[in-house]
């Protein structure tokens, strides 16, 4: 048995021995992959189609806005026109967001902020309630003070020499529900705005 197995594996080896040939030509080169996407490696993938950029939102400031009475309606009223203060195209869909300001606060440290409240907004006076309003078209927006009793004679201070801010959100694409709109710092952060990116007017 021992010589059979001895046997057979000269055999085996003498096989394969006389199987083994010099070694061939080297074959043609393959067509190079396509990258694929990065990986933890760090090495680039494939660059994609340049992305459309997008339409950011803007944040205009009016000084010196009066209000007027229309004594039909009760109401005091003012009318900005959005070509008057930016070249943003209006759309349906945008967001509209209107601020009044409430005068400056000055701080411990000596420094001044001008505070904002969002529309509408209500006052509690002796003669009753009153509210500022606004709506808007693509066009303009109007502001409003609408009350309870007569407002004839509704103190200078809250009609005359008013300060506003708009602001307009483009509806695509914005993240109005996920923005502060409560505080206008929150809402400047969000949207990536500086006090330096605001247009400012002052009215005769």
């Known amino acids: 048995m021992k010589k059979f197995t001895l046997v057979l594996g000269s055999l085996m080896a003498l096989f394969f021995i006389s199987c083994t ?3 061939g030509p080297p074959g043609f080169d393959g067509f190079d992959g396509r990258d694929g996407a990065p990986g933890f490696d760090g090495f680039d993938g494939q660059d994609g189609e340049d992305g459309e950029a997008g339409i950011q939102a803007q944040i205009f400031e009016v000084d010196g806005v009066d209000l007027f009475y229309i004594d039909a309606d009760n109401v005091w009223e003012t009318v900005l026109t959005f070509e008057d203060y930016t070249t943003f195209e209006v759309l349906k869909e945008d967001a509209i967001f209107v601020y ?4 400056e606060i000055p701080f411990e440290d000596g420094s001044v902020e001008e505070a904002w409240g969002l529309l509408p907004q209500n006052f509690f006076l002796e003669e009753g309630i009153i509210q500022f309003v606004s709506s808007h078209t693509v066009k303009d927006v109007a502001i409003f003070i609408d009350g309870n009793f007569d407002l004839a004679n509704l103190n200078p201070d809250l009609t005359d020499n008013q300060l506003f801010r ?3 959100v483009p509806g695509v694409g914005a993240p109005t529900g996920k923005m502060d709109t409560s505080s ?3 809402l400047m952060s969000s949207l990536g705005i500086s006090e330096n990116d605001i247009k400012k007017y002052k009215l005769d």
Do not use: A, E, K
């Open 21 to 23: 040939g010099p070694q």
């Open 166 to 168: 708009v602001v307009i």
């Open 100 to 103: 009044r300001s409430d005068g």
């Open 184 to 186: 206008m710092t929150s």
